[in-house]
């Protein structure tokens, strides 16, 4: 009697400890899993800017007419045009008072100046610039673009009715640089230029799009279009400073996680 419910608490004990070894390679396995999962997720989501020169404070000269040269931001494209004469080279340029704070206050801070003033409204010769730099882009993830814009109060973005937009953008690109869709943001319309204190009524702005199937690369652009003097004068600067980009896995992949953290829960629970 006392030595065969010995023999069964042994044997309890073996198929206890059966079960725990089971387990425990579950556990560890999903442990493992789930730490990849983390990992991935959290180098994904960290706030790792996929930019280079974000804060736009590398800069070069440029020769923008024989013998001239201006500091333009450097690892970006720059490209300006006018309606009437074509291209040109004045409209932008990167400037130490163009990136103040509330804009991040870095070592050697510069930002970019648009030069709205280099369009004329009333011949039609109305002047765009844009800076944009193309990063590697995943199908399926969504990027998030935050940047600073700020403008003078007599910028001709700023006038009721006029046909200046300012607009921070995603767009992505398939590997054969065909335009894919993205996502444009209305600066004005988001509240550019609406007095809050700060120097160029600077603030920050934020839009994201989700990479398409056939994603390869995504372009993120600042533009200023059909811009032009104010016949009014005054100070009409349109500036922008410290972007960044991140990418945020794709709901697919959330679901994952969570299908995995339910998993390990409910064998916690059957425990
Ligand atoms: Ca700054
Ligand atoms: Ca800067």
Known sequence: MTRNLRHTGLTEQRHRGAARSNYSVAHKWLVGILAAASAALATSTSNANLLSNGNLDQTYQQEIVPGFFLPKPALWVNEGFRNNTGPYEDELSSEPWAGPAPTPVTVGDYGVFFKPFTGNLSTGDLAHGRLYQDVPGTPGLTYVLSGWAGAEPNYSGLIPGSPTESLFSIQFFDAASSPLGGAVLDLAAAGLGTPN?????YKQFTLSATAPAG??????????????ANPAGGGQAFVVDDFELSAIPEPSALALLGAGLLAFLGIRRRR
Do not use: D, L
């Open 197 to 201: 204190g700060e120097p160029f009524s």
């Open 215 to 228: 994603t390869a690369n995504v372009r993120v652009m600042v533009s200023m279009v059909n811009a032009y």
